[in-house]
């Protein structure tokens, strides 16, 4: 079987309430989701994280970024990123990165943008709506 290594590959790309690394290297992903709901703008939603696997890279040292922004705007709500070592480049790769803080300015659809250097390897999008207050 050849090490055939071309085109980085996303496995997976999730919000969730919590992203845990176990002593026995295991990722836990807690309470995954799509939407925000909050009552008011802008807003500010407790801690979460997003779990991020990718394959197929070449070995060695990769910078990577995660970034969140509002779809029409543009607004940039994330910007995070780091770097990860990859022995063998078959073998796939899992970041959990915690978001403690990021301010959402108004309603609507965001999109999350990975990047393995300068290249986006995925996305995906993020709602936060409104609530309806009782009538």
């Known amino acids: 079987m050849s090490n055939n290594v071309g085109e980085p590959v996303l496995l997976a790309l999730v919000f ?28 500010v939603f407790p801690p979460w ?9 070449s070995p ?18 994330i910007g995070v990123g780091g770097n990860i070592r990859v022995n063998n480049g078959s073998e796939p790769v899992e ?21 393995v250097g300068k290249e986006i390897v995925g996305s995906r999008p993020l709602w936060v709506d409104k609530l309806n207050p009782p009538a």
């Open 95 to 115: 970041i959990g990165i915690p978001i403690p803080h990021a301010v959402f300015p108004k309603e609507g659809r965001y999109i999350l943008l990975f990047k």
């Open 16 to 43: 969730a309430d919590r992203v845990i690394s176990e002593d026995n290297g295991k990722k836990g992903i807690i309470g995954t989701f799509t939407k925000f709901f909050t009552g008011q703008f802008p807003v």
């Open 60 to 77: 060695g040292d990769h910078e990577f970024s995660l970034e969140l922004e509002h779809a029409d705007s543009g607004e940039k709500v």
């Open 49 to 57: 994280g997003i779990y991020v696997c990718v394959t197929n890279l």
